[in-house]
């Protein structure tokens, strides 16, 4: 299954726009490129998935260039409550998810 | 709905005991998920289900666990006997394939299980 990259960890600050870049060189074509929110205690949450170009939702948006080689979450204008892990995911209209590590996003006031 | 349910919520036993976890999926979902997360190993699926019929249990770590799925409505994951390494959070998702939003998954609040 391909596998994807992401950094570890990242702070903002509240009111800033963060961008959350994920790596997935072998990404296959039937792969859609799938986002998950989770905080503390609780279950991951779907948050945006997307195909190519750019998709747009009530809490993020999703930048997939051309090659679909890598993509970036936007989440604009970050409070206190985005602080979260952020798994990026390969989903191919298989089950078998792999979450990986994820993305420790920490938002400051 | 209720979104998933999952019980119980926290779990303490001692090594050698049998434990058995609770899960009530979406009402409509045909696909269950029991997925298993630690700090060392992060999120691992251990195995799902369809129409009630386990499809993949390769993520099952060992013989000690066990998982069913009666009706619709209902699964268990079981360990026995259960082992200090077992100590994780489990969660339970289920999923109703559509158009559009390939293979969304809703995720239970998990139960924390702790084993002494």
């Known amino acids: 299954l391909a596998k994807t990259t992401q950094p570890i960890s990242m702070d903002s600050y509240e009111g800033q726009e963060v961008n959350i870049t994920c790596s997935h060189n072998?990404?296959?074509?039937?792969?859609?490129i799938t986002w998950y929110q989770q905080f503390p205690s609780q279950g991951p949450r779907f948050i945006i998935q997307?195909?190519?170009t750019k998709v747009t939702n009530e809490v993020a948006s999703l930048f997939i260039p051309a090659d679909r080689k890598s993509s970036t979450l936007s989440l604009p204008r970050v409070s206190l409550s985005d602080t979260a892990v952020y798994y990026c995911?390969?989903?191919?209209?298989?089950?078998?998810?792999?979450f990986g590590t994820g993305t420790r996003l920490k938002v400051l006031a | 709905d209720a979104g998933v349910i999952q019980s119980p919520r926290h779990e303490v036993t001692e090594m050698g005991q049998e434990v058995t976890l609770r899960c009530k999926p979406i009402?409509?979902?045909?696909?269950l998920f029991w997925y298993r997360q630690t700090m060392m190993r992060g999120l691992e699926l251990l195995i799902y289900f369809n129409n009630n019929v386990p499809i993949d249990d390769s993520g099952m770590p060992e013989d000690r666990f066990s998982a069913k799925m009666p009706n619709a409505s209902f699964s268990t994951l079981k360990i026995q006997p259960s082992e200090p390494r077992d100590s994780a959070v489990y969660f339970c998702?289920?999923?109703?394939?559509?158009?559009?939003?390939?293979?969304?998954?809703?995720f239970g609040p998990g139960t924390r299980l702790t084993v002494l």
């Open positions: 072998n990404i296959a074509t039937n792969d859609y």
């Open positions: 998702a289920s999923s109703l394939p559509r158009m559009g939003r390939d293979n969304e998954q809703f």
């Open positions: 009402s409509g979902h045909d696909y």
């Open positions: 997307g195909y190519k």
């Open positions: 995911l390969l989903t191919s209209g298989t089950y078998k998810y792999i």
